[in-house]
């Protein structure tokens, strides 16, 4: 039986005397402006039904009262920080699950409240804040304490509710929004509950507990409505499954362990629970056994307070035995997926992650040989769609080597009213990739139209092989002096070498800057007018490239011409539960969400589609943050939270059947159903602030890695990307993560400047296309099949799709030895190198060089590997870096960036800080990028010049050097020339 703790205000004169023990802190002498309290006014103390009245241990800006109610306190706190406490009369020892505050009486201030505990040495075991809202409020709330919910939590140094030291001591503590406000916090506290956890897993009573059978499966259901040793595939998969707790808008929490239950068998695979908690709800619950499967579905959960029901966790936590041997991973669904390592796991770890950061309705476990998964079945065809937030919950992982999956469904139930969820699914496999396949198919997808279905023909021909090439018209191809000059957008097209791209413009609208004016885009002011726009979509389809632009249909700007023939954001933008219109800033742009679900807004989106598709021939369309925003509820708009997110759904569809529809990606796979691109995934060294959460050790002495869940579900379905607003595949780490994942490679036409100042030139881009048309391209559309690290350390990784096509991928900044098919031995790799082959003969890799780092990118012929291009990348490792040059400089006299049209120049190496180098009896090697306008020419003095050819068309070259001495190659950076035939 849990230990509960009351505490509850009471104007009894005749309270028992309490001794406290020696260790427990002694009342503390009033400090000035504090009250002592009179013995009037106590506390009532209830621990295990057993009541003792005490004086508060301190009062500081508060004062004590009685209400005149039985059971009520009356709280006055007066100033900008305001507590009172209490000791136990005895010390507190169990694991703690919460603390609830009731709430009643007079309407409370809006601030944060927050719970303290210590032990007898007033040392500070653990910090709790809940917010407080008088919006709403109707005389009675709780405001509810989750300590094992709290990552951040230094509960004994974990966030698992575990008590190292015994509790003596409890703290309220109130810090109103409106600090300068002389109003004082009044609040009427019925009763402060503790409650613990429920003592070990392994202590649940299996007597008289009910036993569903299917076949060699076997689960147990408790008198208390615990699901007990889930044994499926000859292992228990899970030891206890808490059923179901019920959230309210204001925050608080009621879980199914408060409620009394009633167990009826239906059938020998299933059972009805009935749940009920008085003043709160009534549930139903149905649970099912099948083969490697136990369903929860909620039939129905009638709501009985005052406060609407906005989600429902079922279950409330699946636990799984962490392993003494071997690996486990905790994965989730956040941009893309995080692998949280055993070490995380065992330690105590709770993270709860949800729209719009996940990518799919489905967290698991993994392990050596099993995985185990929770999501929901929620069809396409299923009205409302319900989104989902996730966790992992390692309240008792320390003591018992227990973890926990928690899943949670948007629910939004009225007071009084009631409703039914979506079945929840806790499915065992041998694989992640088997649970996979089982998500597939009990959600549809499989029958959802393949990426070439989506294309069409001629994209699904040539965008295989297209690295994806962001051009931004506002600073197109970096630094300032291309800021204002979209016409450097042309001359980096005509230039850009290798290819098919898939090119996206941006900042082409309006004024030309970035989060400005929409939804203008079809003004192209900055351009200088219709015409220009269309010269730069010719200009990418004369390259042989693919042509898409930027969009935005789901936050608008006041002072944008359409929002203004629309009538304004008043009546286009949406209002949030208080009536407010939604704001949406970004780069210091105010925006404001505005309702697509609206007749003259979705014409608007729709009708821009068609003529960017059928007056200027676009290919693709990208439309940002199309995912399920955090902005959930429209006060107009008389639905659920969760419809806007289903209208934004429906948005896509139809958008989808103009023109084939990218987007970031994220907030839920129900958009992967017609979305034909995400570019929505973050690689760890693009994000500054993410490193350093990668790689671990980390602050907390563990290792939170990347796993590719979004395109191990998906991959067949669309082309995913590295995220377009971010940096690039642009550094071997990078590289080495994209190719592991499945990910199409990405690289940004505003780093040109930087990577021509490092002597990369276009070489980056080459090598990317290289990579993209050898490796990318072969498993682009293709379902992936298999991903595995191989090390402890999730340094090597190794990728499977279907076809026979496989990565081997090092994360390791140190060159590493990888192994090849079959009996083919190993070859060393470069840093962040990688391997890939196909129906297991090795076809291309990054390999390392003793003599030139990084490293070259090279092809499987004749049974080795022969270098192709030398990869220079921004960095080996890092973030932000241009530390990688090249191993000589090369100049082009003139050869400014651009260069002024020129008959010719002279060409010189040197070393790379400018020093002379001796090129006696070397080999060198010109490479032209650029024929047939241009030629060398060596005159008798020695010296080489860059020459037009007769008759040659105005154009851009480019030229490097390779010189080779005594077998080893040394490589000159690269010079872009623009041409004249003078």
């Not at 916090?185 to 070990?200: F, T």
């Not at 632009?549 to 006041?558: E, G, K, S, V």
């Not at 994209?738 to 040109?752: D, K, R, T």
Request: charged letters at 20%; aromatic letters at 10%; glycine letters at 12%.
């Amino acid at each position: 039986m849990k230990r509960r703790t009351f505490l509850a205000g009471t104007a009894a004169v005749s309270a028992p005397a309490v001794s406290l023990s020696a260790a427990a802190p002694a009342v503390a002498t009033p400090a000035p402006g504090d009250r002592a309290t009179a013995a009037a006014e106590t506390v009532r103390l209830v621990i295990d039904g057993t009541p003792h009245d005490l004086p508060p241990t301190t009062l500081h800006n508060t004062s004590l009262a009685a209400t005149g109610t039985a059971g009520q306190a009356r709280v006055t706190m007066t100033g900008p920080y305001s507590e009172f406490s209490m000791a136990f009369p005895s010390p507190y020892v169990p694991g703690l699950a919460r603390v609830s505050v009731w709430l009643t009486g007079v309407t409370p201030k809006k601030g944060n409240l927050w719970l303290k505990l210590f032990d007898g040495d007033s040392e500070e075991w653990g910090t709790l804040a809940s917010r407080v809202d008088p919006a709403g409020f109707d005389g009675r709330t709780r405001v509810t304490f989750e300590p094992q919910r709290l990552a951040r939590m230094t509960w004994s140094g974990k966030g698992d509710g575990r008590l190292t030291h015994p509790l003596r001591r409890l703290v309220l503590v109130f810090f109103p929004d409106d600090k300068q406000s002389a109003d004082p916090l009044v609040l009427d506290i019925d009763s402060v509950e503790v409650a613990g956890d429920g003592g070990p897993v392994a202590g649940w009573s299996r007597a008289g507990a009910l036993e569903l059978t299917s076949g060699a499966d076997r689960v147990l259901i408790d008198d208390r409505g615990r699901l007990l040793d889930w044994k499926s595939g000859g292992r228990v998969q899970s030891p206890g499954v808490l059923p179901l707790a019920v959230h309210y808008d204001n925050g608080t929490g009621v879980f199914s362990d408060e409620a009394t239950v009633d167990v009826t068998r239906v059938a020998a695979d299933e059972a009805r629970v009935g749940l009920t908690v008085p003043g709160f709800f009534a549930a139903e619950l149905t649970v099912r056994l099948r083969a490697g499967r136990l369903e929860l579905r909620p039939t129905a959960v009638r709501n009985l307070w005052s406060r609407p029901i906005l989600r429902i966790t079922c279950p409330e936590v699946a636990y799984r035995v962490i392993p003494a041997d071997g690996t486990m991973l905790g994965i989730a669904p956040k941009w893309g997926g995080l692998a949280h390592t055993r070490s995380v796991l065992a330690g105590g770890f709770y993270a709860n992650y949800g729209m719009p950061t996940a990518t799919h309705d489905l967290i698991l476990f993994e392990e050596d040989d099993s995985a185990l998964g929770v999501y929901s079945v929620q069809p396409a065809s299923a009205k409302p769609y319900r989104p989902t937030q996730f966790g992992f919950v390692g309240a008792r992982a320390r003591e018992e080597s227990l973890t926990g999956l928690m899943h949670r469904l948007d629910a939004w139930i009225a007071p009084g009213g009631s409703g039914g969820l979506p079945a929840t699914r806790l499915v065992a496999g041998g694989t992640a990739f088997d649970l996979f396949t089982a998500y597939r198919a009990d959600n549809g997808m499989d029958s959802w139209r393949g990426l070439p279905g989506k294309l069409g023909p001629r994209l699904s021909a040539g965008l295989p092989d297209a690295v994806h090439l962001k051009v931004d018209l506002w600073q197109p191809t970096g630094g300032t002096w291309a800021t204002g000059r979209p016409e450097a957008a042309l001359e980096y097209l005509r230039a850009v070498p290798g290819g098919p791209y898939s090119v996206e413009l941006a900042s082409y609208y309006s004024d030309g800057q970035h989060d400005h004016h929409y939804p203008d885009f079809l003004t192209f002011d900055y351009l200088g007018g219709p015409a220009e726009f269309q010269r730069l979509i010719d200009t990418i389809h004369d390259g042989g490239h693919y042509a898409s632009a930027y969009t935005n249909p789901t936050w608008w700007h006041p002072d944008s011409r359409a929002v203004a023939e629309l009538g304004g954001v008043e009546r286009i933008g949406i209002r949030d539960g208080h009536g407010k219109l939604v704001t949406k800033t970004h780069t210091d742009n105010l925006g404001y969400l505005i309702g697509g679900w609206r007749k003259a807004p979705r014409a608007l989106i729709l009708d821009q589609l068609r003529t960017f598709r059928d007056t200027y021939g676009l290919d693709m369309m990208f439309q940002d943050e199309i995912a399920r925003r955090e902005y959930d509820y429209s006060a107009d708009f008389c639905a659920p939270p969760y419809a806007y997110g289903e209208k934004l759904v429906e948005q896509t569809a139809q958008s989808a059947a103009i023109l084939p529809i990218g987007t970031e990606g994220v907030g839920g796979d129900r958009l992967f159903q017609t979305l034909a691109s995400s570019l929505g995934f973050y690689l760890n060294t693009m994000q500054g602030d993410r490193a350093n959460t990668y790689d671990g050790p980390n602050r907390n002495g563990v290792v939170v890695q990347q796993w590719p869940l979004g395109t191990a579900v998906m991959h067949d379905k669309v082309a995913f990307y590295p995220h377009n607003l971010d940096r690039g595949v642009d550094t071997t780490e990078n590289l080495s993560w994209a190719l592991a994942f499945g990910l199409n490679l990405h690289y940004q036409a505003q780093h040109m400047e930087r990577d021509f100042r490092a002597g990369r030139g276009f070489e980056m881009l080459k090598g990317l296309s290289l990579v993209q048309r050898r490796v990318a391209g072969r498993y682009f559309g293709r379902r992936m099949t298999g991903f595995r690290y191989l090390t402890e350390d999730l340094k090597v990784s190794r990728t499977v799709f279907d076809g026979g096509v496989e990565i081997v991928a090092s994360h390791d900044i140190q060159p590493r030895a990888l192994p090849l098919p079959g009996t083919l031995g190993t070859v060393t790799v470069a840093p962040h190198g990688f391997v890939a082959s196909e129906h297991g003969t090795p076809t291309y890799a990054l390999i390392d060089d003793a003599h030139h780092r990084p490293g070259h990118l090279a092809r499987w012929t004749g049974g080795r590997f022969v270098s192709e291009l030398a990869w220079y990348p921004a960095d080996l490792a890092g973030y932000r870096s241009d530390t990688i040059h090249a191993d000589l400089r090369l100049t082009a006299t003139p050869a400014e960036l651009p260069a002024a049209g020129t008959t010719r120049a002279a060409l010189a190496l040197a070393a790379w800080d400018g020093a002379p180098v001796d090129l006696s009896g070397a080999d060198i090697e010109w490479e032209i990028e650029g024929r047939p306008i241009a030629h060398l020419v060596t005159e008798a003095d020695g010296s080489v010049w860059l020459a037009p050819d007769p008759g040659g068309a105005t154009g851009w070259v480019t030229v490097r050097a390779v010189v080779t001495r005594d077998g080893i190659p040394a490589y000159s950076g690269v010079e872009l020339v623009k041409l004249t035939d003078g």
